[in-house]
């Protein structure tokens, strides 16, 4: 029997916001930068639902907690938007001068969603905000930065303010594709193609293929965690061994811009909402982060906040979750317990989506 293939990606449903003129937190503005979104249940009189994309998120690949009648959104008009940087909104893949990576912030991305939920789609306030890794930040800045807008949050597998552990561990495939030397040539090309050179056609196609191939094996063992390897769950995925499983990581980034990757991880690494309480520009390089400004950002979220932290998540632990509950004027906590560590809260284990489906549909009713 041959390995498992990840499913061909299916577009359907997407629509597309154009902000005519967006000037970016770095201080580039662009002309007709795009968003993409897609609408589930639009006659429903219930209110809207804003659903962010992950880092490795598609539109059509984000879990909605619509799946059934009795799912905890299936009364609400859900609207799923793609983060800037994707590959399905603007994002260096398609748009000319797009920020390079460590320019793009998580103000940006709040920015243009809000643009698109208010111009496009005439919203008015949001029910909530559900986020999972990176989208759960956005939830988080979303609270931040339109703290009447948004009347709760739910944060999936995320933090606040990216810790220094997890600044770390994303080194490690940024490093991994930066280096390779085929990311190197692509790059190269790419530049040459932007002045007007000519490089020849069969260099065109070039594509940094081992750079990808080493980000998905660099980023896989942090996916999960040591009990899942140690239960073998890969053969749930049916893998027959780790190895048929870490191909299957690599096919699943073999579609995916260098460039768009790298960018989002930058951003990922600079997430902190108490710089942008403060109106601070976040930085790389990971400085210990102002304690106090986050703790009085968090504090001042006026937005009704559920966390849900996988207990073995190795880059969002619930210790993070826990610290961040201390601040908060209304918030719960309800911890995974799972060994699908932080694709928990992605989807991938049905018992896991059970348990988020009902403690968010107890969220909703508060």
């Known amino acids: ?16 916001h154009t902000i005519p003129s967006f000037t970016f937190a770095s201080g580039t503005t662009l002309h007709d930068l795009r968003v993409a979104y897609r609408q ?68 940006d991305l709040i920015h243009a ?10 919203v008015k306030q949001l029910e909530a905000v559900i986020g999972f890794s990176m989208g759960g930040q956005q939830a988080y800045h979303w609270a931040v930065m339109y703290p009447d807008f948004v009347k709760r949050i739910v944060g999936i597998c995320t933090s606040a303010r990216t810790s220094g552990h997890n600044y770390a ?22 530049a040459k193609l932007a002045e007007g050179a000519e490089v020849g056609d069969h260099l065109k196609e070039v ?11 660099t980023y896989a063992a942090w996916l999960t965690s040591a009990q899942w390897f140690r239960e073998r769950e890969w053969e749930k995925m049916g893998c027959k061994d780790v ?5 299957l990581r690599e096919a699943g980034y073999a579609e ?31 400085a210990p982060g102002d304690d106090q400004a986050l703790e009085d950002t968090l504090k001042s979220i006026k937005a009704k906040v559920l966390l849900m932290p996988c207990r073995t998540d190795q880059y969002f632990p ?27 809260g992605g989807g991938a284990n049905p018992a896991d989506v059970a348990f988020m489906d009902a403690k968010l549909a107890e969220h909703m009713q508060r």
């Not at 399905?88 to 893949?93: A, D, F, G, L």
């Not at 994303?170 to 790419?190: C, F, H, N, R």
């Not at 190895?243 to 191909?247: K, Q």
């Not at 509950?325 to 995974?336: F, N, P, R, S, T």
Request: contains cysteine; hydrophobic residues 35%; glycine residues 8%.
């Open 256 to 286: 995916w811009d260098a460039d768009d990757l790298v960018t989002k991880a930058r951003m990922w690494q600079m997430g902190d909402v108490g710089s942008t309480k403060k109106g601070v520009v976040s930085q790389l390089r990971h």
């Open 1 to 16: 029997m041959p390995p498992p293939q990840p499913e061909p990606y299916d577009p359907t449903g997407i629509e597309h």
């Open 40 to 107: 589930y249940n639009t006659s429903s009189t219930a209110g809207t639902v804003l659903i962010p994309t992950c880092f490795a998120g598609k539109i059509n690949t984000t879990l909605t907690f619509q799946s059934t009648t009795s799912s905890a959104l299936s009364k609400y008009h859900v609207v799923v938007v793609a983060m800037l940087s994707n590959g399905e909104s603007s994002s260096p893949s398609n748009k000319c001068m797009f920020p390079a990576p460590g320019e793009l912030h998580y103000e």
């Open 243 to 247: 190895e048929e499983w870490m191909d």
């Open 318 to 344: 619930p210790d993070d979750s826990e610290d961040e509950m201390k601040h908060l004027k209304d918030g719960k906590l309800e911890v995974i317990e799972s060994s699908w560590g932080h694709t928990a």
């Open 169 to 190: 561990f994303l080194e490690g495939p940024i490093a991994a594709m930066t280096s390779s030397i085929d990311y190197v040539a692509w790059k190269q090309i790419k």
């Open 113 to 122: 969603q809000y643009g698109m939920l208010t111009d496009a789609l005439g």
């Open 207 to 217: 594509k940094p293929k081992k750079g990808l191939a080493a980000w998905a094996r």
